[in-house]
């Protein structure tokens, strides 16, 4: 697992590197705040393994990314995914580093 902050994943898209970021909140949570990801909620990351596969840089994020290293974690023991991104301080971080305008309460 590889923890990095919403500025550097930012720095990275910004560059154009292949991230694809999955963002795990419950549909309710994306509906409020939403900063464009494939949302694929934490209950039905496993049947979506197939599709992760798919994707060759996966950055994970939450709300505050504690989820997100649950999942990882998860992803590399049992499905042997290598190297996935964890965003630290999921889209709460990114609100602070990176787009101050976005709502993330209703």
């Known amino acids: ?6 500025t550097e994943i930012n ?9 694809t970021i999955i ?29 992760l596969k798919s994707f060759d840089n996966i950055a ?3 709300r505050s990314g504690k989820r997100a290293e649950s999942v990882a974690n998860f992803l590399e023991k049992d499905y042997q995914f290598s190297d996935i991104i964890v965003m630290e301080g999921g889209i709460v971080q990114w609100k602070e580093q990176v787009d101050s305008s976005l709502r993330l309460d209703e």
Not at 34 to 51: E, R, T
């Open 23 to 51: 963002d795990i909140r419950e549909p309710y949570e994306v509906e409020v705040c939403s900063i464009g990801c494939i949302n694929i909620p934490m209950a039905s990351v496993v049947d979506q393994i197939n599709n």
């Open 1 to 6: 697992m590889i923890l990095l902050s919403a």
């Open 60 to 62: 994970l994020m939450c």
């Open 11 to 19: 720095k990275r898209l910004q560059n154009n590197e292949n991230i």
